[in-house]
């Protein structure tokens, strides 16, 4: 890959030259590439599921962008790196909240989650030995931005406490947390 720098040869001119190369612009640079062929394997399963979710992802980022205001964020996001308020909807569409961590501390919930971006809400459900659903509620976010703190009525011996974690494009993320029996 090559990064032109006087332009005026290849100002007008964009896509293939033939067989050999490539040649596009990005965040204002021209570049000329080794036009990429494509393989000769059959993808594995790994793969297609990639393609699949990376389609997703850039329908979510062509959709989200509509929304000016949305645009800006990703467009904010990206100050800094050779990316574009697209490419960071697209990171932020492929990949799912984390929820790294549920504990408790007294009788309250606390719920430790990330993004790459933002984590837009956190849910919290108390489900009973049974597996009844007891309450649910949202979950108000700490000052440090990763904790999120829930107070439940109640919190049943056997029990489970769940926890969902999404992202600004409605990613999913479900962690559990196993109350003991006493």
Do not use: H
């Not at 990330?114 to 309450?135: N, S, Y």
Request: with cysteine; net charge positive.
């Amino acid at each position: 890959m090559a990064i032109v720098k006087d332009r005026t040869l290849l100002l007008l001119l964009q896509g293939a030259l033939g067989d050999l190369f490539v040649i596009y612009e990005r965040n204002g640079q021209i570049i000329l590439a080794k036009r990429p062929c494509p393989s000769t394997k059959k993808p594995s399963a790994k793969q297609l599921e990639a393609r699949y979710k990376l389609k997703i992802a850039a329908a979510y980022a062509n959709e989200i962008l509509k929304d000016p205001e949305m645009k800006a964020y990703y467009a904010a996001k990206a100050v800094g790196s050779k990316q574009n308020a697209y490419n960071m909807a697209v990171k932020d569409a492929y990949n799912s909240p984390e929820i790294q961590r549920i504990r408790l501390e007294e009788e309250t919930v606390i719920v430790t989650a990330q993004d790459d971006f933002k984590v837009a809400e956190v849910e919290v459900r108390v489900v009973d030995a049974e597996g009844v659903l007891l309450e649910r509620g949202a979950a108000v976010q700490g000052r440090n931005g990763v904790d999120w703190y829930y107070k439940p009525a109640t919190l049943p011996a056997g029990g489970r406490v769940l926890a969902v974690a999404v992202d600004l494009l409605g990613n999913a993320t479900l962690k559990e947390l196993l109350l003991r029996r006493d």
